[in-house]
């Protein structure tokens, strides 16, 4: 496993990152609020979603190390997106978590360029004012920060601990 900074040291990345410099999208398609439940805030849509629809292209800063809130998209390589980092775990969530290695298009350099990529990806039809979830141990191994789900009651920690209880 990556060394992981204490807490703090986490809460001072998580603070220092700045939202997209592009936050139209976020406006216009999703909007951020509390949710119905102890999650705290969550990634809504003001648009709806067909079945394998790409939702939201996942950008931010890379981290060799996970945090509270970023996605794991290669062994360590640890996406920290604002729109990401507020999609809430679900068991039966209504999108996954897609890595291309080898997607054309996204680099803004070089269009031609293939260029490794997140895209979160509707598993089923999305209405407007539906949260936007995924299950977080699809792609975190250890979470940074383990919690206990409100589907079940069965703490969520990544994958290696999945079939562990």
């Known amino acids: ?8 040291e986490q809460l001072r990345v998580r603070l220092s990152y700045s939202p997209p410099r592009n936050r139209l999208r976020l406006i216009n398609e999703f909007t951020i ?5 102890d999650k705290g805030r969550g990634l809504y849509t003001k648009k709806e979603y067909r079945k394998e629809e790409i939702v939201l292209y996942l950008e931010g800063n890379y981290l060799p190390y996970p945090t509270r809130t970023s996605i794991r998209i290669k062994d360590d390589k640890h996406i920290e997106s604002y729109e990401g980092g507020h999609i809430n775990h679900h068991c039966n969530p209504n999108t996954e978590i897609r890595i291309h290695n080898n997607f ?13 990529v997140a ?3 509707a598993k089923k039809d999305i209405q407007i004012g ?3 979830t995924f299950d977080y141990e699809t792609t975190e191994v250890d ?3 383990p919690f206990e ?3 079940h009651g069965r703490w969520i920690r990544g994958k290696i601990h999945r079939y562990q209880e």
């Open 130 to 132: 539906e949260e936007i």
């Open 143 to 145: 979470m940074a920060e």
């Open 1 to 8: 496993m990556g060394s992981r900074l204490p807490c703090t």
């Open 104 to 116: 054309i298009g996204k680099n803004q350099l070089n269009q031609t360029q293939p260029s490794l």
């Open 119 to 121: 895209l979160v990806v």
């Open 149 to 151: 789900c409100n589907c």
């Open 33 to 37: 609020r509390e949710t119905d439940s």
